[in-house]
């Protein structure tokens, strides 16, 4: 008897364990689903408002400052992305709020209002680049120049809403790649394959969409 227990307990931890590995899978995909519409989204807004928007620095789902006043400049680099907004999902599968970094120091300012009629359609110019730098964990170059990306910070994710930008007890010094940017500097954050030690999940604004799309809604010239 004692031995059909032990049988029985292994074969239902195996069970569990492929439950929960699966489980996981899906909010991965889940995420990266949703990753990918707030990716258009932001396309979107900056074609329609002529810019990307500010990050949310109170929770609140909406830019700070709500309503810039043109050619006023967003001084915000990064907080939570402004979902209402953008009308998409404020958290990721695992409950967390997803952090948004835009090009807004030191340079160009993707997230600026610009003046509602010609030239000033846009924030930016073809010829900007993005401040905004993504590395993998051996620390070679994804991609560079872009103007805005946003994280999920998964099943290891320990941000709360009063914390900017990702709070106590982060796992790894891998985790905490994507926590410790600051203000008024390029910014590198790191994008790679799931291991234990970092399971983040990264998009980003790629600068060619983006000037693309505001050539087609006339916000830029070609």
């Known amino acids: 008897m004692s031995i059909v227990l032990i049988v029985v307990s292994l074969i239902l931890a195996g069970v569990l364990k492929t439950v929960s590995v699966q489980r996981q899978q899906l909010k991965r995909d889940e995420t990266r689903q949703a990753l990918q519409i707030i990716n258009q989204a932001l ?4 074609a329609t408002e002529g810019r990307l ?22 001084t915000s680099e990064e907080g939570f992305l402004p979902f209402v907004d ?8 695992w409950g ?6 835009v090009t807004s120091n030191g340079g160009t300012n993707f997230a600026d209002n610009p003046d509602p009629g010609p030239p000033l359609l846009s924030s930016f110019a ?3 680049d993005g401040t905004i730098t993504v590395r993998d964990r051996d620390d070679n170059l994804v991609v560079n120049n ?3 990306l946003v994280i999920s910070f998964a099943e290891n994710g320990r941000q709360t809403i009063a914390s900017l930008p990702c709070g106590a007890g982060v796992p790894s010094v891998n985790e905490e790649k994507n926590c410790d940017n600051e203000a008024g500097v390029n910014p590198v954050f ?3 394959d799931y ?6 999940l990264v998009t980003w604004v790629s600068p060619t969409v983006l000037k693309n799309r505001m050539i087609e809604a006339g916000r830029l010239g070609n």
């Open 43 to 46: 396309v979107g807004f900056a």
């Open 190 to 192: 790191m994008a790679d």
């Open 86 to 93: 953008l009308g998409v999902p404020s958290e990721d599968a």
């Open 126 to 128: 073809m010829t900007d």
């Open 195 to 200: 291991l234990t030690d970092f399971d983040d």
């Open 146 to 148: 872009i103007p805005a």
């Open 96 to 101: 967390n709020r997803y952090r948004y970094r």
């Open 53 to 74: 928007p500010c990050p949310d620095t109170d929770a609140d789902g909406e830019s700070n400052p709500t309503a810039l006043a043109f050619g006023n400049t967003c």
